[in-house]
């Protein structure tokens, strides 16, 4: 199978298989809906379809839909987006997110990027008690070894398609904490994490307090680093380029 890349001039066949992105704009229309039924629209998240407002989704909605967690697809049916989707999650790369062999700090690993004002709140709250560390603007390579060297990481994603720095952070050992909301709920349990509400503070205040004092019980942290690493596991890459080499078939 050969993959092309369509920011570049490309002709397609009939019998390729044409998959559009949740970024699409209308140039694109055409293309969609004049060629046989070997297309897909994949869709990341469902909250990127409201912001492409120049795009009228109504008459693409016959087309097969890809999307990434089950909250994804049932959003994506339930509201008429479209009438065909699957879900295919995404994988993670387990050979570079991995525990540790060296010593941790103990420490909050932290994703400001979506919310960052919230993130200084929260960080301020328990100044003093445990160290934090920002990841922003990180290479995979540098995340990977903050996460690997740092016992806590704290979720602060919303609006998710499905959330993968939870699992990253899950498969390189860290004790996570944090929203579990949207797609996040694919995979979010209170036997891999302590979880708050999307949005509830006072709620995810409550969740690094009892990732912190879990610390300090080492078989109770172990057992739910276990049940994360185990939860990540389960996202491989070797799941994923399975389960979408199946979905491809299945199209083609």
């Known amino acids: 199978m050969e993959l092309v890349d369509m920011s570049q001039p490309q002709r397609l066949s009939p019998m390729d298989l044409y998959i559009a992105t949740d970024a699409i704009g209308p140039h694109r229309m055409p293309l969609l809906l004049n060629r046989p039924d070997r297309r897909v629209i994949f869709v990341q998240n469902h909250h990127a379809l409201t912001q492409q407002p120049l795009v009228d989704w109504s008459q693409l909605s016959h087309i097969r839909c890809l999307t990434v967690s089950e909250y994804s697809r049932r959003v994506l049916l339930e509201g008429g987006w479209f009438s065909d989707v699957a879900m295919v999650p995404p994988g993670v790369d387990t050979s570079m997110f991995r525990p540790s062999t060296g010593p941790r700090h103990h420490r909050i690993a932290y994703m400001p ?99 912190v004092a879990a610390i300090a019980e080492p078989d109770r942290a172990e057992r739910m680093i276990r049940a994360g690493i185990a939860t990540a596991q389960r996202y491989s890459l070797t799941a994923f380029e399975g389960a979408m080499a199946a979905y491809v078939r299945s199209v083609l």
């Not at 934090?132 to 996460?147: N, P, Q, S, V």
């Not at 919303?158 to 904490?177: D, I, K, T, Y």
Request: charged share 20%; with cysteine.
């Open 113 to 211: 990027r979506k919310w960052p004002a919230l993130a200084e709140r929260l960080r301020a709250h328990h100044e003093g008690i445990v160290d934090w560390i920002a990841i922003d603007g990180a290479t995979e390579t540098e995340t990977a070894e903050i996460l690997a060297g740092s016992t806590i990481f704290l979720n602060l994603g919303r609006n998710e398609g499905f959330g993968l720095p939870p699992l990253e952070a899950m498969a390189s050992g860290c004790l996570v904490c944090g929203f579990a909301g949207q797609g996040t709920g694919d995979y979010a349990t209170s036997e891999n994490g302590f979880w708050a509400a999307e949005g509830d503070i006072p709620g995810c205040l409550d969740a690094i307090a009892a990732a």
